[in-house]
DNA sequence: TATCCACAGGAAATCAGGGTGT
DNA sequence: ACACCCTGATTTCCTGTGGATA
């Protein structure tokens, strides 16, 4: 993995772990079943969604242009997977000109010309546009023109997953805007809109030009999974993933159940349960058993937080450096932002190529990872005293250390053992004794 | 009751780094 | 070489704020 744990992993052999995992039980019959991006012939429990869109969109199949359409619903409630399971159906029933159908994460695909490019790129292998120097409207006028040519008479499914992000974006509704009103420009092809969204409310930050256009049919609303309808889809996949007889009893019950627990997350419910297998596998064990899942219900929390970590900028990183190191010098200091401020410039002083931010931006960074989880941030007035946030460190001591431990350059500059100078003032102990009375 | 602290956080501007066509 | 484009990160400038204190 990183060489962090060499010294333990001395003795580790890589062509003797090969051959026993190659001894190993068989545990998976095929795994990319419980991958999210995995379209089952039958979506369970998802028959009123199912049902509306396939009407809405039936008209692609005479040719004609279907309207606009939004789809809501937490994250693991099958919306992606249902509108992919309908642009496979339709294309079955098609006789001739199959529709286009074009998926735009705007999370990956995040600006208006990055998704212009995106589009035309997928339509055109061959003469691609470069991720970025040419002026949008030339953009467009080519898209157009690509569409025409190459498209024809057929339909054009816009599928905008996570659509939501994209609105919150500063340029968002100009280029929602312009995708509604394609077909205005459009000589032969004829487009159509799907936004799929997490956040039911982002229609309110929606431009009245595009809610107009974008909201012609009532939003399909998806809800969460119960745990029987979650057991139901994890049977149905785990009878593709697995052999059969390799699932203990109560296997299922439990991945729906903890699944069920966080608002209903299909996603979820599989990952638990494809982790379980995973561990299961490792172990040589020749089953998987309800243990097996508690282990990977906490893996899954763990690989998050390493995972988020040590993908975030460095600034960021230094940061939660920042937070951990005033947690670790000084367990019953109030850290407020104005602390991790100074800790933060001292730390980055200490690594080369690396600007002292604004407190603008640190205070940014700060309200990210309480977004993320990592860290609780409370706004709170402490009255003559000013008003700040209070932050808590929300994650084990032991695991951040370690993760931090892994990037590079704060292992280099080995700031994890720095005790920042602002908790050797006594200026910080004065303000800690008022906050504490306060509090 | 006015004051004042230490920020919060919105909006717009700026900068650097990737690119374009001419 | 030059003028111009797009993006993401950051800075600059700014107004707002809850409540202990004088």
Known sequence: MTNSNKDEDQSFNIDKFYKDYLKGPIIFKKREALEPSFIPNELPHRDYEIEKIAAITACALKGDVAPNLLCYGMTGTGKTATVRYISQKLAQHCKGNTPWWIYINCNVVSTPYRILAHIYNTINQKEKIPPTGLPKDIIFKKLLGLLDIRIKHS???????????LIEKKGGNEILYDLTRLNENLDYCRTSLIGISNKLKFIDYLDSRVTSSLGEEEPIVFHPYNANQLADILK????IAFPEGIIEDGVIKLCAGLA???????????QLLRKAGEIAERRHNKSISES???????????DHVVEYILSMPLQSQLTITAIFLLRKYNKQHIITSGDIYDVHSELSNRIPGIKQLTKRRISDYINELALAGLISAITTSMGHYGRTKIINLDIDMSLVERVLNQIPKIKMANLLNIKPTLLQTDKVRLKNNVFKKLL
């Open 260 to 270: 069920a627990k966080e608002h209903g997350d299909a996603r979820k419910a599989l």
């Open 292 to 302: 097996h899942v508690q282990r990977a219900q906490k893996d899954i929390d763990k």
């Open 236 to 239: 149905q996949r785990a009878g």
């Open 155 to 165: 339909i054009c499914f816009l599928v905008l997953d996570e659509i939501d992000i």
